[in-house]
T-cell receptor, first 117, second 112 residues
Framework: KAGVTQTPRYLIKTRGQQVTLSCSPI?????VSWYQQTPGQGLQFLFE???????NKGNFPGRFSGRQFSNSRSEMNVSTLELGDSALYLC????????????????FGAGSRLTVL | DAKTTQPPSMDCAEGRAANLPCNHS???????VYWYRQIHSQGPQYIIH???NNETNEMASLIITEDRKSSTLILPHATLRDTAVYYC?????????????FGKGTHLIIQP
């Protein structure tokens, strides 16, 4: 079955611009989580969406936002880009909402690599 | 989630077993040990998880000590494609509400 698909894979923006990244989860998966990976901070949780609602949020400023559609596809948006937003943005899907009982294994996409100049 | 400690890097010869240790001395009774790996330029990949019994799947084996304060991930016959960063994560079943906590992991290098 198809895995988690993220688009675009690579993009370059300039400071002050905004960017939208897309994630298509595995069919049947209703939870989509987003992570940011940088060399300095490693992998950090951004937020999770389940049933079109943001359920959990990491410690990131309000410039980072997202949404989920009825087909479970998700987008994340970063406004007023800063140089420090350069990172690999990873999307992960799972059948259940994070925090529910039961084994909850995340399947990650290949990521979208954002470079801010 | 309990804190984990892993060596920053390890080498292993191709074809040999790769044994990756993880220390989680503050693990609580309802926390599982999960392993993920990340091959360069790809997203993390789930490998295996367990509570207290040893676990095996098609990718690896997980050995958890009786006191659960440490564990070892075993790749039985390492190949060059197993070169990756391996993350040991301790977490309640189903996870907490704040996402996975990835540390710095162990960079495993398989030597030809």
């Amino acid at each position: 079955k198809a895995g988690v698909t993220q688009t675009p894979r690579y993009l370059i923006k300039t400071r002050g611009q905004q960017v939208t990244l897309s994630c298509s989860p595995i069919s049947g998966h209703r939870s989509v989580s987003w992570y940011q990976q940088t060399p300095g901070q490693g992998l950090q949780f951004l937020f999770e969406y389940f049933s079109e609602t943001q359920r959990n949020k990491g410690n990131f400023p309000g410039r980072f936002s997202g949404r989920q559609f009825s087909n479970s596809r998700s987008e994340m948006n970063v406004s007023t880009l800063e140089l420090g937003d350069s990172a690999l943005y990873l999307c992960a899907s799972s059948p259940r909402r994070q925090g529910n009982s039961g084994a909850n294994v995340l399947t990650f996409g290949a990521g979208s690599r954002l470079t801010v100049l | 989630d309990a804190k984990t400690t892993q060596p920053p890097s390890m080498d292993c010869a191709e074809g040999r077993a790769a044994n990756l240790p993880c220390n989680h001395s503050t693990i609580s009774g309802n926390e599982y040990v999960y392993w993920y790996r990340q091959i360069h330029s790809q997203g993390p990949q789930y490998i295996i998880h367990g509570l207290k019994n040893n676990e095996t799947n098609e990718m690896a084996s997980l050995i958890i000590t009786e006191d659960r304060k440490s564990s070892t991930l075993i790749l039985p016959h390492a190949t060059l494609r197993d070169t990756a960063v391996y993350y040991c994560i301790v977490r309640v079943l189903g996870g907490g509400a704040d996402g996975l906590t990835f540390g710095k992991g162990t960079h495993l290098i398989i030597q030809p």
